[in-house]
């Protein structure tokens, strides 16, 4: 009975996974005890679970999860470690393992086997997951570490548009890294901003900020998760000069395939966009679907950009316009 009660603790009860603490706990064993070998940590993150939830039921949601689950046994040794480490995230911690191409094949198969788990049913569903990869003893050498990476590799597949794997990269992961703000990954899915909840991403917005000593790597940050979050070509921040006649590109983050446009765009004269300023209104906001229906100068200066409709934020001290937010 003793026995049995310890495994129950040891494990989460839906997945018969192990839970977040004897998962840390087992890698944290083992990387003490062989710490010669090669290993390598999976974050993994289902995409979109909140609409599998609110489409599907929570019944059919906890099956997904359990089949998930599954499937993870199913690719990987018993001597590994895998557990249910959220609601909808997993970790995997491969013992001993020839090279870290091993383990970017392991992430392969794991993505082709989530996308198929659903499609022989009679209404296939499509589940997938985005997977965030770090290798011992390259990107860490204890679990906090390993783990970390690999939250921040996860940010990364989710960014490039989820359904994918992403392994740790140190140079493309600095800015990120140094905000030092957690599950990156899981705040920008969709899963936490549908149905109109922009007031949790404002609110992860102002955490970035608030923890960060670096504002332009925070800033660029948020421009990045943002303008991935919302699917766009481009954001970016103006800052209007003092007299109000000039405004400067200050931030600018691009989409891939997109040419950055801030080196033209400083000490800008209003004067060859007259009425510019007046398209805000008195609502802060400028939405323009289609910039063919503006005027002939304001319609050139988008079209110089290779923009075809926009949306921008005013923000006002007092009468003046010191910031302009753009996407």
Request: charged share 25%.
């Amino acid at each position: 009975m003793v026995e049995d009660l310890r495994r129950r603790a040891e494990l989460d009860a839906l997945t018969g996974l192990y839970n977040h603490a004897e998962t840390e706990l087992r890698a944290e064993q083992y990387l003490v005890s062989k710490p010669e070998t090669v290993c390598a940590m999976f974050v993994i993150d289902v995409d979109n679970f909140k609409q599998i939830n609110d489409g599907h039921g929570h019944l059919f949601g906890d099956a997904v999860l359990t089949e998930l689950a599954s499937g993870m046994k199913k690719l990987t040794r018993k001597s590994d470690v895998i557990g249910r480490i959220g609601g909808d995230e997993f970790a995997m911690f491969l013992k001993d393992i020839p090279s870290p191409r091993i383990a970017e094949e392991k992430a392969v198969k794991l993505l082709t086997l989530f996308r198929n788990l659903f499609q022989g049913e009679k209404q296939p569903v499509e589940v997938t997951c985005s997977i965030g990869l770090a290798v011992y003893p390259w990107d860490g050498i204890d679990y906090q570490t390993l783990y970390h990476c690999a939250d921040l590799a996860l940010y990364q597949a989710k960014c490039l548009g989820k359904n994918q794997y992403a392994r740790f990269d140190a140079r493309s992961m600095e800015a990120v890294d140094r905000i030092g703000y957690s599950s990156l990954g899981a705040a920008i899915d969709s899963d936490q901003h549908i149905s109109g909840k922009t007031g949790e991403l404002v609110n992860y917005v102002l955490q970035v900020l608030y923890d960060t000593n670096d504002i332009d790597a925070a800033v660029e940050s948020i421009l990045e998760i943002i303008g991935r979050r919302f699917d766009v070509s481009r954001a970016y921040v103006f800052e209007n000069s003092a007299n109000g006649k000039y405004t400067n590109n200050t931030y600018e983050w691009c989409n891939e395939g997109i040419q950055p446009q801030k080196e033209f765009l400083q000490q800008y004269p209003y004067e060859n966009v007259k009425g510019y300023k007046a398209l805000f209104q008195d609502r802060s906001i400028f939405y323009c679907r289609d910039i063919h229906s503006l005027t002939p100068e304001q319609t050139r200066l988008f079209e110089s950009q290779g923009v075809c409709s926009t949306l921008q934020c005013a923000l006002y001290d007092g009468k003046k316009i010191p910031w302009l937010y753009r996407i």
